[in-house]
């Protein structure tokens, strides 16, 4: 069975950084990309990032430059290291794998404010 918990949401003030991480279980996790995904109050979700099984990685405009995608597949982990926080950053952040089902972990909530 699929699991993805997602962990490591904050309060932090705009400008500052943090690193959600997502932990993943009942899959071959290597051999499949995993996404970041946000949903801010009142909006739907959107795609911020993901990285395939080889590495390649692939941002939304809104976050280039300043989130950085990883995996570490040792630790079945996959990682979102967001620097230069603005306020509307803020969301619960969710991490997601697709292997023919799209599965999505518990989300971890960041709030950017002063």
């Known amino acids: 069975q699929v699991q993805l918990v997602g962990y490591g949401g904050d309060v932090v003030q705009p400008g500052g950084s943090l690193r959600p991480s997502c932990a993943a279980t009942?899959?071959?996790?290597?051999?499949?990309?995993m996404s970041w995904l946000r949903q801010a109050p009142g909006k739907g979700r959107e795609l911020v990032a993901s990285?395939?099984?080889?590495?390649?990685?692939n941002y939304a405009d809104s976050v280039k430059g300043r989130f950085t995608i990883s995996r570490d597949n040792a630790k079945n982990t996959v990682y979102l290291q967001m620097n230069s926080l603005k306020p509307e950053d803020t969301a619960v952040y969710y991490c997601?794998?697709?292997?023919?089902?799209?599965?999505w972990g518990q989300g971890t909530q960041v709030t950017v404010s002063s």
């Open positions: 997601q794998v697709e292997t023919g089902t799209k599965y």
């Open positions: 009942g899959f071959t996790f290597s051999s499949y990309a």
């Open positions: 990285i395939t099984s080889g590495g390649s990685t």
